[in-house]
Nanobody, 119 residues
C-alpha cells in the first residue's frame, strides 16, 4: 500500500530549471534515506542525490553545484531542484526511499518521471 508518486518532469531548454517532487503515501511509520536516481536510454541507473532524515546530503559529481535535494518530513516528500540543466541530464528520474511501514521495512521506488533537456 505504500507508494511514491513523482511529479515535475518535463521538457526544458539547456540552462533551464525544473523541480521534481516525490510524495510517499500509505501506512508509514517513518522514512529514512530518500534519494533520486536517473536512467538514460541504454545506460545503467545511477544515483543522482540522496538525503538522510537529518538532511545530510550527497550528490553525484556530475550534478554538484547544479542540483539540490531537500525533504519535508512532515509531508513525506522529497524534492530535487535542478538548475543549469544540460542535455546530458536527459533521463527518467526515479525517487526512492527507505520506508518503515506497518507491514515491512524496505526500499520503495517511484514510477519515474521523464526529464528532457534540449540544446
Amino acid at each position: 500500500q505504500v507508494q511514491l508518486v513523482e511529479s515535475g518532469g518535463g521538457l526544458v531548454q539547456g540552462g533551464g530549471s525544473l523541480r521534481l517532487s516525490c510524495a510517499a503515501s500509505g501506512s508509514i511509520f517513518s522514512i529514512g534515506v530518500m534519494g533520486w536516481y536517473r536512467q538514460a536510454p541504454g545506460k545503467q541507473r545511477e544515483l543522482v542525490a540522496a538525503i538522510t532524515r537529518g538532511r545530510s546530503t550527497n550528490y553525484a559529481d556530475s550534478v554538484k553545484g547544479r542540483f539540490t535535494i531537500s525533504r519535508d518530513n512532515a509531508k513525506n516528500t522529497v524534492y530535487l531542484q535542478m538548475n543549469s540543466l544540460k542535455p546530458e541530464d536527459t533521463a527518467v528520474y526515479y525517487c526512492n526511499a527507505d520506508i518503515n511501514s506497518d507491514s515491512a521495512v524496505g526500499v520503495y521506488w517511484g514510477q519515474g518521471t521523464q526529464v528532457t533537456v534540449s540544446s
